[in-house]
């Protein structure tokens, strides 16, 4: 049964990326995001989830997504912090992050 990314909740904040298929800009550059952030994307407690055409098998689409394709970024709290309908979300995605308070407290003990 698929979980809801609710379930995550308080435990990580998520990159939530919709596409059509994987030869989309959208996906590709994602992949190379991850790629060439992974210390930073760990250090920020990030998970990335991806839902090709609106489909994923451990987790349902979330009601945001709505039949719409892009990035969005929800924090802790499970609210939406950021989205983009293209790959520019990851110009500032660190950025958002690094800017919000519980990351300030992270910033403090963890280092890359």
């Known amino acids: 049964m698929a979980k809801q990314i609710s379930e995550l909740k308080w435990e990580k904040r998520l990159v939530i990326i919709s596409f059509k298929i994987k030869e989309d800009n959208i996906y590709l550059s994602s992949k190379k995001f991850i790629a060439d952030n992974k210390c ?26 709505n039949k719409n ?18 790959d520019k979300i990851f110009l500032r995605l660190f950025y958002i992050i690094d800017s919000m ?11 890359c």
Do not use: A, H, Q, T
Not at 102 to 110: L, N, P, W
């Open 40 to 65: 930073s994307i760990k250090d920020r407690n990030l998970e990335f989830i991806f839902f090709e055409n609106f489909r994923n098998d451990i987790f349902k689409i979330p009601s945001f997504v």
């Open 69 to 86: 394709f892009g990035i969005w970024l929800i924090g802790y709290d499970g609210l939406i912090k950021d989205y983009s309908k293209d």
């Open 101 to 111: 308070p519980m990351r300030k407290e992270e910033m403090i003990k963890d280092k």
